[in-house]
C-alpha cells in the first residue's frame, strides 16, 4: 500500500507502476472515489459545526425563536445520520481500490510484461556432463523407492506426495543446514504456524488479488499460508518498535500450502509444483531508508547464494523485470538452479525488497531517533524450500548406479553419508 498523499502528488508515477506491474487497477477512478470521501467529510464536518453552533443559541434564544432552533437542530441530525454511512461506504469502497495500488519499482529495474524479459545478472558453475544416461529426478527416485507418488494421490489428490526412507530424512537435512546457516548468519531461528487470519494475507499483499491460490478453512475462518512470510510480517503488527531494535533478521520455517490455481498441466510431474511443501525463509525488518534497505536486499540475496554454492549446485541469478514481479516488490532477483533434465535453470530462491509496501499494510511502525514515527521496510528471500530444492540436488549429483552424492556441507546431517541410495 501506498501513502494515499503520495498517489495524490505522484499519480503519473503511480500510473507508471500500474501499467508497467500489469495490475487491473484504474488510478482516476481511485482519485475520483477520494475525491468524493474528501467533499463527504468536508461537508460533514460543516455539518456538525452549524449543528454545534446551533446547539448554543438554543439556551439563549427567546420562545418565540427557540422553536426553530430545536426544529433546525433535528433537520442537521438527521442529514448527518444519512451522511455517516454514505462516508463509510465511500471511504471502504476508497480502501478497496488502495489495496490494489502496487509499490513503484526501483528506477533501474528492468522494464518487460513477463518472465521471458526478466534480465540474468550472474551465472556460476557448470552444468554437469554426464558419461551415462542420466534420469530425472523422478526416476532417480522411483528406482530408489524414495516416494509414494500415485498411492498419496489417491489419498490426498493431485499433486500430494510422500517421501520415504533415505529421502525423508535428506529434505530434513537441508532444512536443518539452512537453519543453523541463517543462526551462524545472526538470525532468529523461529517455527511458524501455518494458519493465518485474512488480515495477515493482506498485510503481505497476498490478499486481495491471490485469494485463488490460498486455501481457506471455513470452519475456522483461517488461512493456510504459503510461506512463513505471511505470519512473520504480522508478527509486530499494531506495535511500536524502537530504533534500536532493528534491524531484525529471521529465518523462519514452516509448512506451507499452495493451490497453485490456473497451473494445471504445468510441472505437475515429480516434485517441482505441489501443494503442501516445506521452507525455511529469511526475513528482514530494517530502518525506513532506502540505502539499508539496498544493504539487506544484497545480504539476503548472498546468504541463499552460499547456501546453493554450499550444495554444489549450478546456477544464476537473475533480475525480475516489471511485469513478472509482483505489485509490492520494489526490486526483485530469483536464483535459479540447473536442471539437467530440463536442460534449463529452475527458480529455486526468490529475493524481494518492499520498502514500507507491507508495512503500511501490515501496521509496521518504528520510533527513530527524533521521536518520529515511521513505517518499517520489510524484506524477504528464500533460504531453501522442499521438496523443490531435491531436484537439482538429486539430479546433478546422480551417479550410474543410481546412487545420489551427498555434498560436503551436508554430510554431517546425514549421519557423515556420502551418498544416497546405489
Not at 534480465?119 to 528406482?143: T, Y
Not at 545480504?299 to 509490492?328: H, K, N, W
Request: net charge negative; glycine share 6%; hydrophobic share 35%.
Amino acid at each position: 500500500m501506498l501513502d494515499l498523499k503520495y498517489i495524490r502528488e505522484n499519480a503519473d508515477t503511480v500510473k507508471k507502476a500500474i501499467e508497467q506491474k500489469r495490475v487491473n487497477l484504474n488510478l482516476d477512478e481511485l482519485l475520483h472515489v477520494d475525491q468524493q470521501v474528501l467533499d463527504l467529510k468536508k461537508k460533514l464536518q460543516s455539518l456538525q459545526e452549524e449543528k454545534n453552533a446551533n446547539a448554543k443559541l438554543v439556551p439563549k434564544a427567546s420562545a418565540t425563536d427557540r422553536p426553530g432552533l430545536i426544529e433546525r437542530g433535528r433537520s442537521i441530525g438527521q442529514e448527518i445520520s444519512k451522511l455517516d454511512p454514505e462516508v463509510v461506504a465511500k471511504e471502504e469502497q476508497l480502501k478497496q481500490l488502495l489495496w490494489l495500488v502496487p509499490m513503484v519499482p526501483a528506477p533501474d529495474v528492468p522494464v518487460g510484461k513477463d518472465d521471458s524479459e526478466n534480465v540474468e545478472r550472474k551465472r556460476s558453475g557448470n552444468p554437469p556432463e554426464f558419461s551415462f544416461a542420466f534420469k530425472d529426478h523422478v526416476d532417480v527416485i522411483l528406482q530408489n523407492h524414495w516416494a509414494e507418488f500415485e498411492r498419496m494421490a489417491a489419498v490426498s489428490g493431485s499433486r500430494m506426495l510422500a517421501l520415504k526412507n533415505e529421502l525423508a530424512l535428506y529434505e530434513y537435512a537441508v532444512i536443518r543446514f539452512a537453519m543453523d546457516f541463517l543462526a551462524k548468519k545472526g538470525s532468529t531461528i523461529i517455527t511458524v504456524p501455518s494458519m493465518v487470519r485474512e488480515a495477515a494475507l493482506y498485510g503481505t499483499g497476498h490478499f486481495p488479488a491471490g485469494r485463488d491460490q490460498v486455501y481457506y478453512l471455513p470452519a475456522d475462518d483461517l488461512y493456510l499460508s504459503g510461506t512463513a512470510e505471511v505470519p512473520l510480517t504480522s508478527i509486530h503488527s499494531g506495535e511500536i518498535l524502537n530504533e534500536s531494535q532493528l534491524p531484525m533478521r529471521y529465518g523462519a520455517f514452516s509448512p506451507c500450502f499452495r493451490r497453485e490455481a490456473g497451473s494445471a498441466g504445468k510441472d505437475v510431474r515429480g516434485l517441482m509444483r505441489v501443494h503442501q511443501f516445506n521452507k525455511v525463509e529469511q526475513f528482514a525488518f530494517c530502518h525506513n531508508d532506502a540505502d539499508e534497505s539496498a544493504h539487506w536486499h544484497q545480504e539476503l540475496l548472498s546468504t541463499s547464494e552460499e547456501i546453493v554454492q554450499a550444495f554444489e549446485l549450478p546456477y544464476r541469478i537473475i533480475e525480475v523485470c516489471t511485469g513478472d514481479m509482483g505489485a509490492g516488490k520494489y526490486r526483485m532477483h530469483d536464483i535459479e538452479c540447473w536442471v539437467p533434465s530440463e536442460k534449463q535453470y529452475r527458480e529455486t530462491h526468490s529475493c524481494s525488497s518492499l520498502h514500507d509496501w507491507q508495512a503500511r499494510r501490515a501496521n509496521l511502525r518504528y520510533r527513530d531517533k527524533d521521536d518520529k514515527v515511521k513505517y518499517i521496510h520489510t524484506l524477504n528471500n528464500t533460504a531453501v524450500a522442499t521438496p523443490r530444492i531435491l531436484i537439482p540436488l538429486l539430479e546433478n549429483h546422480q551417479l550410474e548406479n543410481g546412487a545420489v552424492k551427498i555434498p560436503k556441507a551436508l554430510q554431517p546431517y546425514m549421519n557423515g553419508k556420502d551418498r544416497l541410495g546405489g
